[in-house]
């Protein structure tokens, strides 16, 4: 079984649209989560960490469940520029970090 | 620069041939990482270096593999003998301390022909 699942997609969206992304990790271990955006042919980004409280950065809530030992995310008012790759990042104890696959997103005018 | 560099950006090779990728990481950066992406594939971690610590070869997928961190900075990925499978891009990231965010350089292509 893989760390991290992601369901690739392709998520395509009108633009305002709301989208949502979850991701889910095996190792209950896992201390930290990441999303990362990946735009085509360009190297991973940081889009926001994901506190057990939630947290929310402008159109983009970020949420962790680890109950359930998934996380989520929560684009609003979707954009053109939004579309590009997802990734979900676990952490463990270890200091490794995981990588899903990615979700790919494409915001239609 | 302020980023993480890799060079080459674009390296095709035959297969056979041994090949070095560098990685010069943000400056002050303790840690660092190799990740390998194929086409369509999520990152597969490779190994990773803090400080001076022993670094975790863990994800390294043969003997073929190696890495060296010189000076607490730059870094080389060595591939020897290349096969095609070995085609994918190399990323490099660096964080400020040990499992803090990660950011990445632009990555190099590795092509085996």
């Known amino acids: 079984r893989k760390e991290v699942e992601q369901d690739p997609g392709p998520f395509n969206v009108p633009e305002g649209a709301t989208v949502a992304f979850n991701c889910t990790y095996s190792?209950?271990?896992?201390?930290?989560f990441f999303w990362y955006r990946q735009d085509c042919r360009k190297e991973p980004k940081l889009l926001m960490s994901?506190?057990?409280s939630g947290n929310e950065d402008g159109r983009f809530t970020a949420q962790l469940n680890r109950a359930s030992q998934y996380i989520s995310l929560l684009i609003r008012d979707s954009k053109l520029s939004d579309s590009a790759t997802y990734l979900c990042?676990?952490?463990?104890?270890?200091?490794?970090?995981?990588f899903g696959t990615g979700t790919s997103l494409t915001v239609i005018p | 620069g302020a980023g993480v560099s890799q060079s080459p950006s674009n390296k095709v090779t035959e297969k056979g041939k041994d090949v070095e990728l560098r990685c010069d990481p943000i400056?002050?950066?303790?840690?660092l990482y190799w990740y390998r992406q194929s086409l369509g594939q999520g990152l597969e971690f490779l190994i990773y270096?803090?400080?001076?610590?022993?670094?975790?070869k863990s994800g390294l997928p043969s003997d073929r593999f190696s890495a060296e961190r010189t000076g607490g900075s730059v870094s080389t990925l060595t591939i020897q003998r290349t096969q095609q499978e070995d085609s994918a891009v190399y990323l490099c990231?660096?964080?400020?301390?040990?499992?803090?965010?990660?950011?990445f350089g632009a990555g190099t292509r590795l092509s085996v022909l």
């Open positions: 990231a660096s964080s400020l301390s040990q499992g803090g965010i990660q950011y």
């Open positions: 190792n209950s271990a896992s201390q930290s």
């Open positions: 994901v506190y057990s």
């Open positions: 990042v676990a952490q463990n104890t270890g200091n490794q970090f995981y």
């Open positions: 400056s002050g950066h303790t840690a």
């Open positions: 270096f803090q400080g001076n610590s022993a670094p975790d």
